[in-house]
């Protein structure tokens, strides 16, 4: 890839507004060495039996991409696709359909449903549009105009599109003609998941913080407080007909470590796996907060202990909702080093014997596989740069830098296929000192964090990993962020980077056979089905969802 100005997201170059909170949609995972984790089960295990709870459009339309990482298992893999290394270089530009509100992280920060002959998708100021799959043509829209942080995005199923529609807000609207049929609020701010759905459920959660609400009505605008003091990450159960509250779990413990009146976190930013067997929802969690520490709590003073369950995959029954085991792949963290990414489920072999495991990352820079059961780590493997992560502390009065940084490490979607873990890796660091450069509170630290990361000296890397032992089996470098996530479609990985390049590498060995470029950032991740691969990308008037289809007649626009 040749040298180029990196571009910037809107929030860069002018600071970040104090009343919106600047994380989640690109961000950070890298170990050199790695943490003792705490795994504790607080209910009886139980025997899995087979369900068929899954809703109808799912169901009906497996091959396509019917749930926001395709499958239950979250494995983002597609072998019902026609796209293969043979033919990879016949695709080009089908439709491009542009985006029209953009969040402080741009335009998109997740990927499409595909259901049929339709495609629905989301904006980052939480519009939402159902477009013809072949024209790129709008059926119907729903504008709401309200900015969020994200990774949001769309759910469909039961005959209705489901979405987070604000910075506090879930609604459900009418599959056919886009109207709302509910619209209900959560405690806490929202505006940063891509709901999942499931057994007459939606199933939606909360980062750590506040809503500002100012206005009536329509006219009513949403802000978010990042890591305001008391501010837990929320699970919940939504019914799917009324949007009726079924049940919700606080992921920070009562309390909240001592000092609620400053300390927050573990914030839920992706959908969880469900394990359709065994009835249950595997979640990864957030960060806790204040971090390091602000101005008279230096290096989390305010927080001790494990800060239970930041950090964390939890096992949560998809009935009551109730606690089946949690582990904490880093406890006590001082350093935005998030095991949030949604969760994948495999089977392997392991000793004669399938084993079914379900698979965390996140910011921390380590890939964890655990037994699905009991929650026993099956291997602990530690992916890109690592510099200081496992300090105790900053030394008053120094400055540290950190890798994984605050926009570092795995932070966005893995895939997982035939015995495979896949993943994109962010090299990037921050330099942090144990007040968090003179925070007054959370919302500053954080923002502090951001604000002196260097953008320009991101790189990254690709990785396979053996899904049995952890071992890694191969990696091929990238010069940009890969913030893209991957996905597998046969014996292709498809990733992207942040300058906008698309590309594709083969499965065995990571050699790169395809690449493409839209004019934009990219942060999202793509949605590939039969012979089309569709992805959004911009930060502002060129945000687009772009489809590349074979043999389409236009081009890819060429690498530059």
Known sequence: ??????????????????????????????????????????????????TEAAPSEVTEHRADWPLPNRDYANTRA???????????????TAWTFHLPGTGPYGAAASNPIVIGDRVYVQDLASNIFA????????????????????????AVDWGKVFATVSAR????????TGEEIWRVPLDGATGSIQPMVYDGHVYVSTLAGAVEVEGEGEDREFAIRGYEGGHSGLAYALDQETGEVVWQFQTVEEGFWGAPEINSGAGLWFPPAIDEDR????????????????????????????????NSLI????????????????????????????????????????????????????????DRESGEVMWDTAVGEHENDE????????????????????????????????????????PYTATGHEALDGTQAVQNAERMTDLDTGTGEI???????????????????????????????????????IFALDRDGGEEVWRTQVEAPLIAWPAIVGDTLMVASGASDNAALTAFRLGAEAEATPAT
């Open 78 to 92: 597609t072998t019902d696709a026609e796209i293969t290394a043979e033919n990879v270089g016949d695709l080009g």
């Open 391 to 430: 300090l105790d502390g900053v030394p008053p009065g120094e400055t540290v830098e950190v890798l994984p940084g605050v926009l570092g490490g795995v932070e966005t979607p893995m895939a997982f296929a035939e015995g495979v873990v896949y993943a994109a890796v962010v090299n990037m660091a921050t």
């Open 463 to 501: 990785v396979a990993l053996d899904a049995t032992s952890g071992e890694i089996l191969w990696s091929t470098s990238v010069e940009q962020p890969p913030f893209g996530g991957v996905t597998v479609v046969n014996d292709l990985v498809v990733a992207s980077t942040f300058d906008g390049a």
């Open 279 to 310: 009835g249950v929802a595997y979640y990864g969690t957030g960060n806790p907060a204040p971090f390091p520490g602000i101005i008279g709590w230096p290096n989390a003073s305010s927080r001790p202990g494990p800060n239970l369950y930041s």
């Open 131 to 154: 477009l013809d799959f072949t024209t790129g043509e709008v059926i119907w829209e729903r504008r709401y105009d309200n900015t969020v942080v994200g990774p949001n995005g769309p």
């Open 315 to 370: 096992a949560l029954d998809c009935e009551s909702g109730e606690l089946r085991w949690y582990h904490q792949a880093k406890p006590h963290d001082l350093f935005d080093l998030d095991f949030h990414l949604s969760p994948m489920l495999a089977t392997v072999e392991v000793d004669g014997e399938a084993r079914d495991l379900v698979i965390g990352s996140g910011k921390l820079g380590r890939i964890i596989a655990l």
């Open 1 to 50: 890839m040749a040298d180029q100005q990196q571009a910037r997201p809107p929030w860069w170059e002018n600071g970040l507004d104090r009343r919106t909170f600047l994380k989640g949609s690109a961000g950070a995972m890298a170990a050199l060495t790695v943490a003792t984790g705490a795994t504790h089960v607080t209910a009886q295990e139980t025997t899995p039996t087979a």
């Open 169 to 176: 807000d879930v609604a459900a609207l009418d599959l056919e």
